[in-house]
C-alpha cells in the first residue's frame, strides 16, 4: 500500500502474479531463441550477424521491460478521499467515480474467480477482480467500504 500526504492508497499487481507473467514471457524468449536457431541452422544455413543483434536487442528490452514491471507493478485501484480510480483493467466497467456517487459494493462470484462490484447511483459499475489484490484483497474491500461509508458521511457510534 502507498499512501501519500493527502490520504490516496495504492493498490498495486501482486508480486506472485508478475513473477508469473515474467516467467511465462522468459520461457517463450528462450522457446523462440531455440526455434530461430534451429531455423538459422537447419534452414536457411545462416542469416547473418545483423539478425541475431536484432533477436538481441529485442530480448534485452523485453526483459528490461518485465523486471521494470516486476519492481514497480501497475496500480490496479487507486482510492482517495472523493473518489476511486481503476487501473488497466480491460471490461471494467466505469473506470473513475465519486464517492457520493456509488450506491453499494459488494462482492460476487464469477467464471475468473470473485470481484468486487462498485455499483453507481445512476445504474453504471465498476469490476475489480480480487485475483488482482492477491493477499491485500481483504485490506482493498474494507477500505472501500470504509471510504464509501465516509464518502456517504456516515461515521461509526461512540459506545
Avoid: C
Avoid at 19 to 24: A, K
Avoid at 46 to 66: E, N
Avoid at 122 to 151: C, K, M
Amino acid at each position: 500500500m502507498a499512501a501519500s500526504g493527502d490520504d490516496t492508497t495504492q493498490y498495486r499487481w501482486p508480486r506472485p502474479l508478475m513473477l508469473r507473467f515474467t516467467g511465462v514471457v522468459t520461457a517463450a524468449l528462450g522457446t523462440l531463441w531455440i526455434v530461430g536457431v534451429v531455423f538459422d541452422v537447419w534452414v536457411v544455413s545462416g542469416l547473418g550477424a545483423t539478425v541475431y543483434v536484432v533477436a538481441l536487442s529485442a530480448t534485452a528490452l523485453v526483459l528490461i521491460v518485465a523486471l521494470v514491471l516486476l519492481g514497480r507493478p501497475p496500480l490496479v485501484i487507486e482510492m482517495a478521499p472523493d473518489r476511486y480510480r481503476l487501473h488497466h483493467l480491460r471490461g471494467g466497467g466505469v473506470a473513475t467515480a465519486q464517492w457520493r456517487d456509488v450506491e453499494s459494493a459488494q462482492t460476487q462470484s464469477s467464471s475468473n474467480g470473485p470481484l468486487i462490484v462498485i455499483q453507481l447511483k445512476d445504474g453504471r459499475r465498476s469490476l475489480l477482480p480480487l485475483t488482482l489484490l492477491g493477499a491485500r484483497a481483504v485490506e482493498a474491500e474494507r477500505e472501500i467500504h470504509d471510504r464509501l461509508s465516509t464518502g456517504h458521511g456516515y461515521r461509526p457510534l461512540d459506545t
